[in-house]
Structures are given as structure tokens and as C-alpha cells.
């Protein structure tokens, strides 16, 4: 099991969880809109750190929006099986390819 598989199925776990003890609970606990909220903030933190080039940083911001990404997908009942499914459908086939043959 790779450490994403296993944080996607602790934020599973975690629906049920005491908001007062688990982030994630608290999250799941307000609803998809501020999950959603959250992930774009932490979104543009990563952004943000992109731009500075700092690699550290970078690394630090992408895991926390990765994190937030996983917890706003809980919240509308989507699971990293489902991403992953998407992704291996898109497997091998060029984004330009792919742009091009849209309408
Ligand atoms: N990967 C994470 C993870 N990444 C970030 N965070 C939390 O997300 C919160 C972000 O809050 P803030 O917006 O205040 O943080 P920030 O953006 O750094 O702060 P600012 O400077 O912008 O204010 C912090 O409390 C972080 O600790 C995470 N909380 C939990 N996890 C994982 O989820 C598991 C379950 O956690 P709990 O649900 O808390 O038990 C943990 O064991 C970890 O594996």
C-alpha cells in the first residue's frame, strides 16, 4: 500500500470520527462547500511556491493541497480508487491528442 492509499483510506475512516480530535473529521463535519474552500486555499499555496521555486516548500504546499484534494473528494463521495480509474482510462492517450479531438 502506497502512503496515498493509506491516507485516502484514514480520511475514509475518519467520517465518523470526534471533530474535536480529527482534522478531517472537522472538514467532513462542515461540508463539501468548506472542504472545497479549503482545497483551493491550500491550492494557491502551492501555487504560489511554485512560482517562488522553492522546492522544500513546494513539496510541503503540494502535500497539504494533495491532503485537502483527498478530504474534498470524501466529502462528494468520490475515492482515490475512482481517480485512479479515470486516470488509467486516460492512460496512453496524448493531452494533445486528446485536446485536438475535441470539438
Ligand atoms: N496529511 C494530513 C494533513 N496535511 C495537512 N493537514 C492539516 O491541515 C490543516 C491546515 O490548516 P491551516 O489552514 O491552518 O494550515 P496552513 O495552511 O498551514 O496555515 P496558515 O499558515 O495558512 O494559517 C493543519 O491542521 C494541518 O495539520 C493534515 N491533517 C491530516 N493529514 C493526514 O490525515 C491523517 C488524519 O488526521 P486527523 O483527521 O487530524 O486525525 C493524519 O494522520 C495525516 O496522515
Known amino acids: 500500500m502506497s502512503a496515498l492509499d493509506r491516507l ?6 475518519r467520517r465518523d470520527a470526534d471533530p474535536e480530535t480529527s482534522w478531517t473529521a472537522r472538514l467532513l463535519a462542515q461540508g463539501p462547500e468548506k472542504c472545497a474552500e479549503k482545497f483551493g486555499e491550500e491550492a494557491i499555496e ?9 522546492r522544500a516548500r513546494l513539496t510541503a ?6 491532503f ?12 482515490l480508487a475512482d481517480i485512479e480509474a479515470e486516470l488509467a482510462r486516460r ?8 485536446k485536438s479531438a475535441r470539438r
Request: a negative charge; aromatic letters at 0%; one cysteine or more.
Open 91 to 98: 492512460e496512453g492517450r496524448s493531452g494533445i491528442d486528446e
Open 68 to 79: 485537502h484534494l483527498l478530504v474534498m473528494c470524501a466529502a462528494r463521495d468520490v475515492s
Open 46 to 54: 502551492a501555487v504560489i511556491e511554485a512560482v517562488r521555486g522553492d
Open 61 to 66: 504546499e503540494a502535500a497539504d493541497a494533495l
Open 8 to 13: 485516502a483510506a484514514t480520511i475514509a475512516a
